[in-house]
């Protein structure tokens, strides 16, 4: 059986299995808003004690909002610049841009478009993908798999951007104290390689959760008008509770999966960057893998929940301080409202 599962090719099959060019991981950057919002902004908000609470239970001390005039495309364009600067690599040398955001800079056209047009990447083609939070882990599978399946394709660059403080309710202490906003990008680069790159993926959906948490005025379903905005469908939403349990379980499940595709145990597995929304859901998942804690680093701390954005920009921040390097085995786990869930595991 050859490697994509075919039992016929022959010689020729073969060739072209082995000859298959990877995605590696060639650089990374990140961008967050200069507007720190500390938690004591909220008890003077809401007029309780919130900075306790958050302190103790999620370890979120601040965040980062935008500015007025401040939007995702803004904060894509910065990180992915960081990105293209790190790597080497100019705008026009991009053949394709993947935007990952639920809340892009209109509904149409895409954000990707106006961060194409903005960074000078004359040649790329673009598309922005939706899978809430769960969506740069997405948009990562699709740029790899668009390398390894099309030759022509040399450099993808892969963006997660999040502005929802554009989309909160300031009277919603169960929303408003958490989200925050950031971007971060990868670029991936086409090459021939057996030790390094993309080594395995896997998105699962459970769409029974989908009207749970949502932002749900403004689409064709209820198009914005005044019964909308006095509801706040316009806003984030927890419309339901999730079962704590949800995320770890499904986590640690992923990440067993990614395990057995790609033949290393989870302790070989160098960090965990995992969605950053609530930091016992991840120690939990590093506990039922038995994998220390510490290979999980996480940054919540100073950046609040930054949805599709808090992965690129968590391995940023591992990578500036020297907890990654070259040839460590990495696992990405996101999930999102949808509910969403996409995984992969790369070489560095």
């Not at 300031?170 to 990868?186: E, H, I, P, R, S």
């Not at 948490?213 to 984030?236: K, R, S």
Request: charged share 20%.
């Amino acid at each position: 059986m050859l490697a994509d599962g075919s039992t016929s090719g022959g010689c020729d099959g073969l060739k072209k299995i082995y000859s298959m060019n990877n995605a590696i991981l060639l650089s990374v950057g990140a961008y967050a808003p200069e507007r720190v919002i500390p938690n004591s902004y909220f008890d003077e908000l809401l007029g309780e004690d919130v900075s306790t609470w958050l302190e103790e239970n999620v370890q979120i001390y601040e965040r980062r909002w935008c500015e007025e005039n401040e939007s995702t495309a803004d904060l894509c364009e910065q990180a992915a610049r960081q990105a293209l600067e790190r790597a080497g690599v100019k705008p026009e040398q991009l053949d394709l841009i993947v935007l990952a955001t639920d809340t892009p800079e209109y509904v149409s056209p895409s954000t990707a478009s106006v961060v194409q047009h903005r960074l000078g990447a004359k040649n790329a083609g673009t598309f922005d993908i939706n899978t809430a939070c769960a969506g740069f882990v997405t948009a990562l599978d699709i740029g790899a798999k668009y390398i390894r399946a099309d030759e022509q394709y040399k450099y993808v660059l892969i963006i997660g951007g999040y502005a929802m403080s554009k989309h909160l309710n300031l009277q919603d202490k169960k929303t408003v104290t958490l989200f925050a906003d950031g971007a971060g990008a990868v670029v991936l680069k086409s090459e021939k390689s057996t030790n390094k790159g993309f080594l395995a993926s896997e998105l699962i959906t459970k769409g029974e959760y989908a009207e749970w948490m949502g932002i749900y005025g403004g689409g064709t379903h209820q198009p914005v008008d005044q019964q909308v905005l006095d509801q706040h469908d316009h806003q984030l939403k927890f419309v339901k509770r999730f079962d704590p349990e949800l995320n770890p379980s499904m986590w640690s499940q992923m990440a067993r999966t990614l395990s057995e595709r790609t033949g290393h145990s989870p302790d070989e597995v160098a960090q965990y960057f995992i969605t950053q929304i609530n930091i016992n859901s991840i120690w939990a998942t590093l506990d039922r893998l038995g994998v220390d804690r510490a290979k999980a680093h996480t940054i919540m701390h100073h950046y609040g929940y930054t949805g599709s954005a808090c992965i690129p920009m968590c391995l940023n921040d591992a990578w500036e301080k020297n907890l990654v390097k070259e040839g460590d085995l990495v696992y990405f786990i996101g999930s999102g409202g949808g509910l969403a869930f996409a995984s992969a595991a790369f070489r560095l």
